[in-house]
């Protein structure tokens, strides 16, 4: 019964039919279906498969856009349900997706697992320069920048954003970064603290970088 209605799911953000998709979401949350089976295969695969379709040229930026759309409608969905999930505030995240990158759907299921995890998460969006970066760490006195790039042409940013910061005089935060083409080699050529393949190993890798130690590694939402 939960495989029928993750592929209705997935069929839905294909044929970007948002309403269906909040719906299907909805659906599965009252039947208590855990979270992650839900984004892992329920959204992401219809989304991949909207992606395929791209690449096929079926779908063109407007169908990408919708499908994306209803993805985050999704989402939006799941959100409450994992801040619920962990009262205990166990660190401070800024977080945004980098100068000219309009791509969110990976910071955005970031952000579901580390407030699943107790982390208190705040969110920049998308087009996020180094300066809008840097203030914000500032203002919400937060240990952890985490930034996400998904093109080529904008992975430099996080190297901008990262010396700006550390010219700054808040020397102890740490740095997590994300996003497809981004690499643990490249994550230490610029000086990042931290990299994650998955958002599902931010939560274990935030809790390392602010040495909170005794908690389990991995997937811990479930
Ligand atoms: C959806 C999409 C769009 C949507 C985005 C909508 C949205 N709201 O996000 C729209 C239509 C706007 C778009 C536009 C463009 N896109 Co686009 N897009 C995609 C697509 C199909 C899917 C991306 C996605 O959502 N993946 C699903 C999520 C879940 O995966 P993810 O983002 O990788 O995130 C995971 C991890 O990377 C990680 N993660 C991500 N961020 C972070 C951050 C942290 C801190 C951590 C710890 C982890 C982490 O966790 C996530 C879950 O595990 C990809 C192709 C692909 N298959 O990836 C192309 C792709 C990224 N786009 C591409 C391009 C070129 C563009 C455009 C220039 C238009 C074009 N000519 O195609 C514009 C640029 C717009 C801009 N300025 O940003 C290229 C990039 C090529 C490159 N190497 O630079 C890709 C790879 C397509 C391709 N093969 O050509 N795109």
Known sequence: M?????????EAVVQRDCKAVESFTAKMAERRMDVFQIINEGLIPGMLAASQKFRKSEFFIPELLMASRAVKLGLHVLRPLMREKNKQVVGRVVIGSVKFDLHDIGKNLVII???GNGFDVIDLGVDVSPEKFVRAVEKHDAQILAMSSLLTS???????TIQLLRS????????LIGGAPVT????QNIGADG???EATSAPAIAKDLLGIKGLQSGNESR
Do not use: D, F
Not at 2 to 10: F, Y
Not at 168 to 175: E, L, R
Not at 184 to 187: D, E, L, P, S, T
């Open 2 to 10: 939960n495989g029928q209605i993750l592929r209705q799911v997935a």
């Open 113 to 115: 697992v580390l407030e």
């Open 195 to 197: 990299y994650c393949r």
């Open 154 to 160: 904008t992975m430099p940013w996080m190297k901008t």
């Open 168 to 175: 700054s005089s808040m020397t102890g935060v740490k740095i």
């Open 184 to 187: 643990q080699v490249y994550a």
